[in-house]
Structures are given as structure tokens and as C-alpha cells.
Nanobody, 127 residues
Framework: DVQVWESGGGLVRTGGSLRLSCEAS????????IGWFRQAPGKEREGLSCIANSDGTTYYRDSVKGRFTISSDNAKKMVYLQMNNLKPEDTAVYHC????????????????????WGQGTQVTVSS
């Protein structure tokens, strides 16, 4: 079975950092792209960043560019999202998701293009 799952969320103060992890199993990791999304209460799920595992191509949404860094460890089938200088508006449930179409990682991840989703991990940034 294909599975992806997240870990690493928590409570942090404004300006703090967290590193989220996404672990995957059940598919050929190198052939996929992994995207990070978040959903705040009452808002749409938005794509933040993605990485194509085959060649390391990355993309970032403008609102997180320069603060968030996505990386992967293909041997471990892990993708990470390092989040620095966190702000209260970053508070949300963060999800990772996998797509077998890594070529789409040239624009902001769209939830409709990703097939396999984790349950999410809560990130809360206090002011």
C-alpha cells in the first residue's frame, strides 16, 4: 500500500523554527514528487513547496520563499520542510503528498494533482 505520513509539527513562538518530515512507502520514491501543503481553519488548502525526487527540482510559493527549505533523502524515502522565521499566519495543519508526475514541480503545488496524502501535522505559531 502507498503511504505517506508527516511528523514534526508543534507549538513555536514567532520567529522560531520547525522541521517537518514526510516519510513514504509503497512506491518508487525516485519517480515521484513530494509536495507540502497547509490548511488553516476556514481556508483552502494551499500548496507551499514541492521537490522532484528524480533531480531535486524544487518550487516555493512566494509567501514562504526564503523562509522554508524543502529537501529530500531518497535513500531514506524522506522529504523535509525546514521552516524558519515562523509567523502566526503560518499556523495550520501541514500535509505532505505524493504525485507520480514530478514534472509539475515547476509551479505552486495544486492539491488536485497529488494522489497520496498524509493525515497532517499541526503547526501553531504564537505571537
Amino acid at each position: 500500500d502507498v503511504q505517506v505520513w508527516e511528523s514534526g509539527g508543534g507549538l513555536v513562538r514567532t520567529g522560531g523554527s520547525l522541521r517537518l518530515s514526510c516519510e513514504a512507502s509503497g512506491f518508487k520514491f525516485d519517480d515521484y514528487a513530494i509536495g507540502w501543503f497547509r490548511q488553516a481553519p476556514g481556508k483552502e488548502r494551499e500548496g507551499l513547496s514541492c521537490i522532484a525526487n528524480s533531480d531535486g527540482t524544487t518550487y516555493y510559493r512566494d509567501s514562504v520563499k526564503g523562509r522554508f527549505t524543502i529537501s529530500s533523502d531518497n535513500a531514506k524515502k524522506m522529504v523535509y520542510l525546514q521552516m524558519n522565521n515562523l509567523k502566526p499566519e503560518d499556523t495550520a495543519v501541514y500535509h505532505c503528498a505524493a504525485t507520480p508526475h514530478p514534472g509539475i514541480c515547476i509551479t505552486s503545488p495544486h492539491k488536485g494533482r497529488y494522489e497520496y496524502w498524509g493525515q497532517g501535522t499541526q503547526v501553531t505559531v504564537s505571537s
